[in-house]
């Protein structure tokens, strides 16, 4: 995710403080992954470098001068491009699980432990994951619902690898 354009899009509301923004980011976004202070401000500060953003007032406090960021025209128009732009689906041809059972057979190993020890990783992150949403609202849902699907997806491959491990194994090791 584009934290600059996330921040960005968070500022089309209206002019907000670095700690407002943070806030706003980690309860909608940041579920598993809360950003950190600096890596806002470190954002803003390029935002502001590079005209999205400017400064709409500071104000003084306890601590340091809070500065109250705003969203400029460059930084709508560049926001509203990339709502506007696609993101690229991921084709998932180079990927580590696919390169682990390769190695796996090619060394002789049992490719089907490595499925079976991954199929339990995944069903213990589903379990976990279908418990969260029990009681979450509305946007929690349609985000745990994007990883329950994926990891749905995952589940599939890990059955059609190990019903094709053996012609896999031929071919690897002619």
């Known amino acids: ?86 993101e690229k689906p991921d084709s998932y041809l180079q990927n580590k699980l696919y390169t682990k059972v390769v190695l796996a057979l090619m060394s002789g190993r049992d490719a089907t432990l490595l499925l079976d020890a991954q199929r339990a990783a995944h069903l213990a992150v589903m379990r976990d994951l279908t418990r969260r949403k029990r009681g979450a609202e509305v946007t929690d849902h349609i985000v745990l619902d994007f990883a329950l699907l994926h990891l749905e997806a995952d589940l599939k491959w890990l059955d059609l690898a190990a019903s094709r491990l053996g012609p896999l194994a031929k071919e690897i090791q002619s």
């Open 1 to 86: 995710m584009s934290i600059s354009q996330t921040l960005l899009g968070l500022l089309e509301n209206g002019p907000r403080h670095g700690y407002d923004l943070k806030r706003a980011y980690d309860e909608r976004f940041g579920r598993d992954r809360a950003l950190h202070y600096g890596q806002v401000y470190s954002t803003l500060a390029r935002l502001l470098r590079d005209g999205l953003v400017e400064i709409d007032g500071i104000e003084a406090g306890d601590g340091p001068e809070r500065k109250r960021y705003a969203i400029t025209e460059a930084g709508l128009a560049q926001v509203t491009a990339w709502l506007e732009t696609p």
